[in-house]
């Protein structure tokens, strides 16, 4: 498989937040009404949209690069079992960390991929926790290395972040981690 290719979804994923955010910017802000307000019924589809939303640039780039430090070493560390790795832990990684952010969060408006961010980490440590393979605990410990200064953000709140986003999609990733790795069958021995 090509570098390209085995890393298609991720380039996409990055790339469609950057299109969301020209949009929005060509719409005057218009789409942060889809933002995500905890409790709000009539905010409800914010848990599928909020994380394509960022409030500037600054926000977006801090977001774009470890979304794709981390989302490609998702892609790498099951190469070759499952294709579109990436894209079925994104997906569940939103729709969990969201679904919490709305059951759980301060009522304010969440907006941005964070807890993406926070849910891969999660997924990744919690991957070489329950999967115990060298493949998975060389990833994990290259992701602590990397980006172990963002464990202060799941605790520490701080004016206008929502350390929230960070906390859910930090468990969620731990959760999707060991779901997966329980359902999966270990290899036979003879």
Same mark, same amino acid.
């Given at each position: !498989?090509? +570098? ?6 991720? =380039?996409? =994923? ?26 709000? !019924? %009539? ?8 994380? +394509? ?27 070759? %079992? ?18 919490? !952010? ?31 393979? +060298?493949? /998975? ?14 464990? /202060?953000?799941? =605790?520490?709140? !701080?004016?206008?972040? /929502?350390? %929230? ?14 779901? /997966? ?10």
């Amino acid at each position: !498989m090509s +570098f390209l290719n085995r890393f298609r979804d991720v =380039f996409i =994923f990055v790339g469609s937040l950057w299109a969301v955010f020209a949009l929005n910017w060509v719409l005057s802000g218009a789409l942060y009404q889809y933002g995500l307000v905890p409790r709000h !019924m %009539e905010t409800l589809p914010g848990i599928l949209v909020s994380p +394509f939303l960022h409030g500037d640039y600054v926000h977006l780039i801090s977001n774009s690069v470890p979304l794709l430090i981390l989302g490609c070493l998702v892609s790498l560390e099951r190469s070759g %079992e499952r294709r579109g790795q990436f894209r079925s832990v994104c997906l569940a990684l939103i729709l969990f960390s969201g679904g919490l !952010m709305w059951c759980f969060g301060r009522t304010a408006l969440h907006i941005g991929a964070s807890g993406v961010v926070y849910g891969l980490l999660g997924y990744l440590l919690g991957s070489a926790w329950w999967r115990r393979d +060298f493949r /998975s605990i060389i990833i994990a410990v290259f992701v602590l290395a990397l980006y172990s200064g963002l464990i /202060s953000g799941l =605790f520490i709140p !701080m004016r206008g972040v /929502s350390f %929230e986003a960070h906390l859910f999609g930090f468990l969620s990733g731990g959760l999707i981690a060991y779901i /997966s790795c329980r359902t999966k069958k270990p290899p036979r021995y003879s």
